[in-house]
């Protein structure tokens, strides 16, 4: 329904599956019915099953379930339940928006609208051209840099060569002030094609936050116990939210599903292991975070590459410098991707040819299946299975080989619902030990585990989509042995492996892939158990032999 008045506001009614949206349009402006609004404002309130995609998109037509209703709206698009609204209007943009959240679900919306300008031609503004390179610590990734393209001098922040990473990768701290130390990056950037003013517009309040590198060195996946972090991710309140959103969103997902080959739980468990559905996507400055990191932390060239990132989104006006906002790690949006993964993965979902990750859902979730498909999502199978072990079962493979299913079978293991085992090679996994639950892990779950490299993550994401998708989700086995690890604990360890020539890498505190390699291969040495698992008696043993041979 559209109706006229003096300052020309037209009122669309439509009904989703749950509630009424009620949307007000005008020649210049939107108002919700929230209050008034100036001229160039818009504020609209939204019902829980309600997602929201707000950008420019070029055009004049109004559509309802692309169904064309009017002409001369403004450029924004709007999905509520199994409704899709989009609106144009002639000659304005959104140039500022502010969100509000009210348990985890869009509330209000405020948008300043300006005049279109035209733009200018320039290349310092098209959208940067980049290697594509999976999210991960080790390489950084990997982006390109135009000017060595026209055979220019190279990017010293991306250039790969010996004495260059050398440089960046140094462990020694800092030699120049933070301030010296920016003012150096942003003399690189500029050789790497970053322009003067997006330069004084990204750095002009960045700070350096101690805070940040604090926790760079102290994340909770790797010291927690397996139990103890699959309990504080997955909460029954996630279950039950994860299963509202998925009826929400299905025929989303259904699309992403076909298109990309990604289950639509496993979405669904990303999002809201990574922001709680959108809750919380952070509230840090990406650039003072990443500059700090870049500066003063254990992974300097990763963050440095994603510092450039950064500067390139803004630079190609996907989002303001002051909005670029995330977790403390630099991680963006309601999946929270790295400026890396934004440019060489982020889609657009909703048909507005702009890409949004932090405001729209639709953007987020098929950039995220666009990721996870890119980087060897195989559609179609499985991530893993719980399995049963046999007694006695002490064979554990230290070098994490994939096996075909014949070898997992001869040696007695079955599955805990009692089907056949998948056809596939897989891993044997046993995150607390042989006496938690075990499970046999396909190529799809090292997929997972490319978006966090945490063990414990890619069973949290696994679990909550089982959760969610109404599957069994009962993990056999017990946790008694299982106790969370006090820092200095993993770092005497990986020392004393270390002084016995079990390879646990350099002593950070953390257990890792190398580290759990090292405690079994200790474990086979010494007649144990080899199931790379640290519990205190094995710490206890391997203290005592470096102190019987005298090497500690």
Known sequence: ?????????????????WKICWLLFSSIT??????????NNTHWELPQQCGIALKAIPGTKLLV????????????????G???????????????????????????IAITLK????????????????TRVPLSETPAPSVSNPAVAKNEPYCPITNDSTNQRRSIDSNALPNQSFTAWLKDFQKKAKTCGISQSTLKTAFRKVKYRHKLVKLDRNQSEFSKSFYTYLGSRVTTSMVKRGQVLTRVWRKLLQRLNTNYGIPGEILIAFWGLETGYGRNTGNTPIISALSTLAYEGRRRNFYQRELLAALQIIQAQHISAHKMRGSWAGAMGQVQFMPSTFINYATNGDSNNHIDIWNSIPDALTS??????????????????????????????????????????????????ATALPNFPATLLLPSGITGPAFLVYDNFKIITEWNRSTFYGLAVVHLSHRISGKAARLYGNHNQERNLRRSEIKTL????????????????????????AICKYQRNNGLIADAYPTSSLISQVHKTTLARGQR
Request: glycine share 8%; hydrophobic share 30%; charged share 20%.
């Open 1 to 17: 329904m559209l109706k006229s008045s003096s300052v020309t506001r037209q009122r669309i009614w439509f009904y989703d599956t």
């Open 82 to 108: 199994e409704h899709k609204v989009e609106a144009y209007k002639d000659g304005w943009e959104p140039y500022q928006q502010e969100i509000t959240l009210k348990r985890g679900y869009i509330k209000n």
């Open 115 to 130: 005049p279109i300008k035209s733009k200018p031609t320039n290349s310092s503004i098209q959208p940067p051209q980049v």
């Open 65 to 80: 379930d692309d169904k064309l209703v009017g002409t001369g709206y403004s450029a924004f698009s709007l999905a509520c």
């Open 494 to 517: 990986q020392s004393e492996l270390n002084s016995l020539g079990f390879d646990a890498g350099k002593p950070d505190g953390m257990i890792g892939s190398k580290t759990r390699k």
């Open 368 to 417: 995220a299946a666009n990721y996870l498909a890119k980087i060897g999502w195989k559609k179609g199978q499985p991530w893993g299975i719980q399995v049963q072990l046999p007694i006695s079962f002490n064979v554990y493979d230290c070098s994490e080989a994939p096996h075909n299913q014949s070898y997992w079978t001869k040696l007695g293991i079955k599955a805990v619902n």
């Open 30 to 39: 939107l108002l919700g019915f929230n209050g008034c609004a100036t001229d």
